[in-house]
T-cell receptor, first 115, second 112 residues
């Protein structure tokens, strides 16, 4: 099992550009999440998904979009990049089959800089 | 709204010394609490979790945490720190079915 994989690892964007952060998990987890981590801060939830075709907003969704067409993939889209979106982005997944609160497995992160 | 406070931004301990990292939460119902560790350049790894029952929970790598409802705290402890424990530690509270709220983290430095 590769677990949760994210691409790219690093990216520099210019203001106004768009990009998609990829996230894939091979654990057949139904729940997936996107977080951002700003320096000196904890993780903030951007969007989450409880299964293919179902997504919902987290704490800080503005400026982002997601889709979940398959169980494995949960891409995060930035349409008009802004300096405020400079951050480290983490994707995570968890399963709801064995209990109410389950461990979230995290990917290694994508470090994004918007200049 | 739920919130998690980790009052110590940085902590330095000597190798072999004991460690306690503080975590306070604000949550209206019975909390579901977690500690995660993040090594440099890595994602987060679960150390331990508390759902109910015994208020002292054991985790991986020799860590434990104690839930104290009266103090709204869930402090992480380790009796003897190893150099490999140097990392950033995050406390989190779970809401609903799978939404987590994270504290701002505590960076642990271990002196040889």
């Amino acid at each position: 099992n590769a677990g949760v994989t994210q691409t790219p690892k690093f990216r520099i964007l210019k203001i106004g550009q768009s990009m998609t952060l990829q996230c894939t998990q091979d654990m057949n987890h139904n729940y997936m999440y996107w977080y951002r981590q700003d320096p000196g801060m904890g993780l903030k939830l951007i969007y989450y998904s409880v299964g293919a075709g179902i997504t919902d907003k987290g704490e800080v969704p503005n400026g982002y979009n997601v889709s979940r067409s398959t169980t494995e993939d949960f891409p995060l889209r930035l349409e008009l990049a802004a300096p405020s979106q400079t951050s480290v982005y983490f994707c995570a997944s968890s399963s709801s089959t064995s209990g109410r609160y389950n461990e979230q497995f995290f990917g290694p992160g994508t470090r994004l800089t918007v200049l | 709204a739920q919130s998690v406070t980790q009052p110590d931004i940085h902590i330095t301990v000597s190798e072999g010394a004991s460690l306690e990292l503080r975590c306070n939460y604000s949550y209206g119902a019975t909390p579901y609490l977690f500690w995660y560790v993040q090594s440099p350049g890595q994602g987060l790894q679960l150390l331990l979790k508390y759902f109910s029952g015994d208020t002292l929970v054991q985790g991986i790598k020799g860590f434990e945490a104690e839930f104290k409802r009266s103090q709204s705290s869930f402090n992480l402890r380790k009796p003897s720190v190893h150099w490999s424990d140097a990392a950033e530690y995050f406390c989190a509270v779970g809401e609903g079915f799978n939404k987590f709220y994270f504290g701002s983290g505590t960076k642990l430095n271990v002196k040889p």
